[in-house]
């Protein structure tokens, strides 16, 4: 039985469908705001349990250092399925989503600066509280070898070039918008689950830089002892990371595929 997908320009025209809802959601700033903390915490959560799952058997992953990659990259989808399955909104995957809508004039750069900012600001404050709340005070990652892995991994993420950072940055995103985009030519859950699944799974394991999920892996290791300051936090990694998050996202995925196929569909109506 042949899985029913939507087509490229297909998918194109439910970007601009998405796009003109988010816009309209904007208008109500505690919705946008509640849906962007909502976000942040999913992906939190999908970073915990990549922390978990893949730094659990240090028996294992020291020999093989590809596995822990395999098992981390394995498990952080589960934020990124639920953001597109319960409709939140990640200002990652905004980076590309109202591309489209934006180049068919269907919405303003005001109106894309005020979702990229709203959203970024409430993912930060959702990944921060489930960080907080669910993860450190609950004893998530107290013990080893969790406890010193966290350390670890911020220490790693603050101590890379600016450049390094921002073209993993490139990376990541590019891998999470076209989650996005096989998530919307899927029908089905399962079919927007595997879009998702699939080219996250890539980023995590090729070890890319997402901000959002980076507010909370760098923080988490920070209250857990690791010598990381705010100010490196900020420089080091989260303004590089959400400079490339933003060069993947809007230009490789929301401008090469509007580009691609706005003008088909546009052809098309004309016929």
Known sequence: MPMDLRTPPEVIEATLKAAEAKVATGRSLPRLLTLSVLAGAYIALGGILSVIVGYGFPGLT???????RLLSGAMFPIGLILVVVLGAELFTGNNALLIPAFMSRRCTAADVARNWTLVYLGNFVGA???????????????AEPWHGAVQRIAVAKVSMPWLTVFIKGIGANWCVCLAVWLALSGRTLLAKMAGCWLPVMAFVALGYEHSIANMFFIPLGMMEGAPVDAWQAVTANIIPATL???AGGALLVGCVHAALHLQRNTESKKS
């Open 62 to 68: 020291e020999s093989n250092p590809a596995l822990q």
């Open 128 to 142: 921060m509280l489930f960080t907080w709340l669910m993860v450190y005070a609950a004893g998530l990652t107290a």
């Open 244 to 246: 490339g998050n933003i």
